[in-house]
Nanobody
């Protein structure tokens, strides 16, 4: 059983930066595709970014492209989301997600394992 634990959320002013991290424990996650999702109050959960198990392929939604960067450290079984130029509309609970590689496209947003979420609040 894989467990995912996020860290790094907090309160930041618009234009600022935060770095979210997610660590996997339990079974090996060296062949994991990773993803980040977010859910704002009153809205459905939204895909934000994903990275392939090899780290060679990434995907980001249009609204964060150029501002957010997903990266991974296979040796440490961690994935990060560097968030720059934050906007108030980025305020949400951010969730880390993972799945064992099974040939699914990096653009496939179905994940099997989820973290508990970390709050990101961007003030104007």
């Amino acid at each position: 059983q894989v467990q995912l634990v996020e860290s790094g959320g907090g309160l930041v002013q618009a234009g600022g930066s935060l770095r979210l991290s997610c660590a996997a424990s339990g079974s090996t996650a060296n062949t994991f595709d990773w993803g980040w999702f977010r859910q704002a109050p009153g809205k459905e959960r939204e895909f934000v970014a994903a990275i392939s198990w090899s780290g060679g392929i990434t995907s980001h939604i249009e609204s964060v492209r150029g501002r957010f960067t997903i990266s991974r450290d296979s040796a440490k079984n961690t994935v990060d989301l560097q968030m720059n130029s934050l906007k108030p509309e980025d305020t949400a609970v951010y969730y880390c997600a993972g799945r064992y590689y099974s040939g699914r496209s990096i653009h496939n947003t179905e994940f099997d394992y989820w973290g508990q979420g970390t709050q990101v609040t961007v003030s104007s």
